[in-house]
């Protein structure tokens, strides 16, 4: 029987040169939640997703995944358990279809499996008439649909979001975050998404993370962050939000 909870931290310490960047005392993500990381520019955000990505090495702390020690693993073993996509899509400059099926061949799927996967995930981001079209000629939403396609079609146990749609126009952002809630509902994908813009944050999160001042302030679902922030650094941090939103 699979664990509820898919990733646990502890004390997790995080330096660049003799600067503390990120501490989280302690951190549940339950399988099939979606955490958002939410705090201002600078705060720690990006650092505690590279950190389960393991693109950057903690000083201190533990990460669990599965109940077992994140650092048992290999980095290659770990890595093929998630899927990242940043702020930039990073296409490379061949067709949709081989950028979406980029991941699979990486990790030796059969080529009939690829032929039955990447049609279905490019539906589901609705990019499917640009299956020929190669990745430097999309626009920046069909690129980004491209890059979730790519990490989707893995079946990641963890997909992380580094500011996915911060780049984005406001009507393509919002057609595309209500695509993706639906899809992280519908497959029951355990993601953790940084952002620094609240209302996608309540509108895709199951739960909110605040990190603030490089220390995990608070968690909780949307409605208990905003009713009782933990102290008036958060709050502050909220309401600022609120009125420029």
Do not use: C
């Amino acid at each position: 029987m699979k664990e509820k909870t898919l990733i646990s931290i502890k004390n997790l310490l995080v330096k660049r040169g003799e600067k503390d960047v990120l501490y989280v005392d302690e951190l549940s993500i339950q399988r099939g939640e979606v955490l958002a990381v939410v705090g201002p520019n600078g705060a720690g955000k990006s650092t505690l997703l590279l950190a389960l990505a393991r693109l950057i090495q903690p000083e201190a702390g533990q990460i669990s995944f599965n109940g077992q020690p994140a650092q048992s693993e290999s980095d290659t073993a770990y890595r093929r358990r998630i899927a990242l996509v940043m702020q930039d899509p990073l296409l490379f400059d061949i067709s949709v279809f081989e950028n979406v099926a980029s991941g699979l061949r990486f990790r030796g799927v059969v080529k009939e499996e690829i032929q039955q996967k990447v049609p279905l995930w490019l539906e589901r981001l609705g990019v499917t008439d640009l299956a020929k079209r190669r990745g430097g000629e999309l626009s920046g939403g069909e690129a980004q649909r491209v890059s979730l396609a790519r990490a989707l079609v893995l079946e990641p146990e963890l997909l992380l979001l580094d500011e996915p749609f911060s780049a984005l126009d406001p009507p393509t952002r919002a057609r595309l975050l209500e695509d993706l809630g639906a899809l992280l509902h519908e497959t029951e994908t355990t993601t953790l998404f940084v952002t620094h813009d609240l209302p996608e944050a309540t509108q895709l999160a199951t739960r909110i993370a605040v990190i603030i001042e490089n220390r995990l302030r608070q968690i909780g679902t949307p409605d208990e962050i905003f009713a009782k922030p933990i102290d008036e650094v958060v709050a502050h941090f909220l309401g600022e939000k609120v009125k420029r939103g």
